[in-house]
């Protein structure tokens, strides 16, 4: 079953706005990564943060997470048309052995 | 690196016919992850190798299904027998560190549809 939950499950937007997707989990995590994908294709990183970090930035990405809400924000800012995509959250379980688990995603759509 | 290597891209299959999915991994990297996307399902975690060794494999649907991970460079999910059930795309992950330590590198994808 999925760890993390998405929201919102479609968001679409002009290009030049900022786009913000959340995530939230149900229990305690080592860390929390985003990964985006085009259609058809594999997954690709974006992003990973850890338990005890609070916020993180990547060129035009900004995750914070906030583990006493188990929630987790995804900004891109300045969108433009190439980041039309999917948009996943995934968690790694605070336990030994455990590997990614991903949410449903957040279909982006970014019109020019 | 070329990356993570998957084949065949496509597949199609009869209902009963055996499906052998094969993955080679980035070289050095010794977390192997098999996951399954649907529209229903989403991305689901199906077996996770770390240093080819089976560290969880409760994500696999039924006996049908098998995997296998030989040596470092190599990784096969087999399903035998296929059913339309099974239409999915299935995508095979390496990453540098064991479990989700590390970002996860993901193939291209096969997209195997059983008619």
């Known amino acids: 079953s999925q760890q993390g939950e998405e929201d919102p499950q479609a968001l679409s937007i002009q290009e030049g706005e900022n786009a913000t997707m959340n995530c939230s989990y149900k229990t305690s995590i080592n860390n929390l990564q985003w990964y985006r994908q085009n259609s058809g294709r594999g997954l690709v990183h974006l992003i990973l943060i850890r338990s005890n970090e609070r916020e993180k930035h990547s060129g035009r990405l900004r995750v914070t997470l906030d583990t006493s809400k188990k929630s987790s924000s995804l900004l891109i800012t300045a969108s433009r048309a190439a980041d039309t995509a999917s948009y996943f959250c995934a968690t790694v379980f605070n336990q030994a052995g455990t590997a990614l688990i991903f949410g449903k995603g957040t279909t982006l759509s970014v019109s020019s | ?115």
Not at chain 2, 16 to 34: A, D, M, Y
Not at chain 2, 61 to 75: L, V
Request: hydrophobic share 35%.
């Open chain 2, 1 to 115: 690196d070329a990356g993570v290597i998957q084949s065949p891209r496509h597949e199609v299959t009869e209902m009963g016919q055996e499906v052998t999915l094969r993955c080679k991994p980035i070289s050095g990297h010794n977390s192997l992850f098999w996951y399954r996307q649907t529209m229903m399902r989403g991305l689901e975690l199906l077996i996770y190798f770390n240093n080819n060794v089976p560290i969880d494999d409760s994500g696999m649907p039924e006996d049908r299904f098998s995997a296998k991970m030989p040596n470092a460079s190599f990784s096969t999910l087999k399903i035998q027998p296929s059913e339309p059930r099974d239409s999915a795309v299935y995508f095979c992950a390496s990453s540098f560190r064991s479990g989700g330590n590390t970002e996860a590198f993901f193939g291209q994808g096969t997209r195997l549809t059983v008619v």
